[in-house]
């Protein structure tokens, strides 16, 4: 085994005997103090050399640190002092407790908006229903326009028949959409027996070609009555419906200003005192404001009334004449008539797969 040249600032010999235990020194004190020296007195940053050889390699590898030029790390107690430390001190107590006092009075202003809005709405609610139940029980008046009310409730009879109309009329479609289709199949199989059948070829011929023109002919009526269907389902669900959602808004406007109105008579029954009187100068004022919303719905409802009489006529004499002449040229077995009566409305049939939206409008 070869010896190896160590430093004697870093390392010691330290004999070993046989059996792995450390052999008895012949000065044990003297490897403590010398230990103790080296830590001591021994070489500083400047002085210290970095072998790059590895350990115990030669001196070519060997570089001096002294050359290594720069201050010193130092701890330097007046450096805190330069540099003034802000987010501290009654400047900060001070920030702190303005800003948190500003988020609690935004919270309080919501909290009260909250809770009046919920008194309002509360207060509203016990008036409008108590009468209501006046009314039901006939101890309440409640304010009457006749004539306005009649048609209203013509209205709304009307709805209900068209209503049933458009659900003859979408059973209609569907029942003769089915026909069509199996008259389309009929025709294809009369045609493929022509071909298989040479004694009956000119029989199914002809029964094929006269489901094939059936077939075109209930096509282009399906076409007539699904407009018709169309049509009615916008009156029905869209214009009726647009007109009695104004005359429910009216009649729980009516409502309220009865309500208003019974309360704002109760307080005018009672004593004169100042407390009565504030009250109800109160009760005019909401009165007031519920008795413009009711005349405002009010002149609402007359001129949608009158208006939706006006659409009703005009779009119903026009799809019962578009529906009377397909349906009578369409078993009349007049082809002709029945695609003019088609133009003159401009009704456009789809071509086959129309339906179906294009790979550009999948995307």
């Known amino acids: 085994m070869t010896d190896r040249v160590m430093s004697k600032a870093a390392t010691m010999e330290i004999p070993i005997n046989s059996n792995g235990d450390t052999g008895a020194l012949a000065e044990d004190d003297s490897l403590e103090q010398d230990l103790q020296q080296v830590m001591v007195s021994g070489p500083n940053l400047n002085e210290t050399s970095i072998v790059s050889g590895g350990y115990g390699g030669t001196a070519e590898g ?143 011929g002809y029964n094929a070609e006269t489901q094939k023109l059936l077939c075109k002919n209930g096509e282009t009526l399906l076409g007539a009555i699904n407009f018709f269907v169309s049509s009615i389902n916008t009156l029905v669900n869209k214009t009726m419906e647009d007109t009695l959602w104004t005359i429910r808004m009216y009649e729980n406007a009516r409502l309220e200003f009865d309500a208003y109105r019974s309360d704002l008579e109760e307080l005018s029954l009672g004593p004169r005192d100042a407390v009565t009187m504030a009250r109800i100068e109160a009760a005019q004022e909401q009165y007031q404001v519920h008795k413009e919303k009711y005349e405002r719905l009010r002149s609402d409802v007359i001129i949608k009334l009158k208006f939706l009489e006006e659409n009703k006529v005009k779009v119903m004499h026009k799809q019962l004449l578009l529906f009377h002449n397909a349906i009578s040229a369409y078993f009349a077995g007049n082809q002709q008539q029945l695609e003019e009566t088609l133009k003159q409305f401009n009704i456009k049939l789809r071509p086959p797969g129309a339906d179906k939206p294009s790979w550009l409008e999948e995307q």
Not at 73 to 82: D, G, L, S, T, W
Not at 146 to 160: F, H, M, N, S
Request: proline residues 4%; positive net charge.
């Open 62 to 204: 060997i570089i001096p640190t002294g050359s290594i030029m720069g201050p010193a790390v130092r701890y330097n107690p007046e450096f805190n002092k330069r540099i003034p430390v802000t987010g501290f001190g009654p400047n900060m107590q001070h920030s702190s407790s303005s800003s948190s006092m500003t988020a609690e009075e935004a919270t309080r202003g919501v909290a009260v908006e909250k809770y009046e809005a919920v008194k309002k709405w509360g207060l509203n609610t016990y008036k409008c229903t108590k009468q209501m139940i006046s009314e039901r029980f006939g101890r309440g008046s409640r304010t009457v326009d006749l004539e306005l009310e009649a048609q209203i409730e013509v209205l709304r009879d009307t709805k209900r028949k068209y209503v049933n109309v458009l659900r003859l009329a979408k059973a209609l479609t569907n029942h003769f959409y089915n026909m069509v289709q199996t008259q389309h199949a009929l025709g294809d199989t009369f045609a493929d027996l022509s071909q298989k059948s040479p004694e009956l070829r000119d029989e199914f």
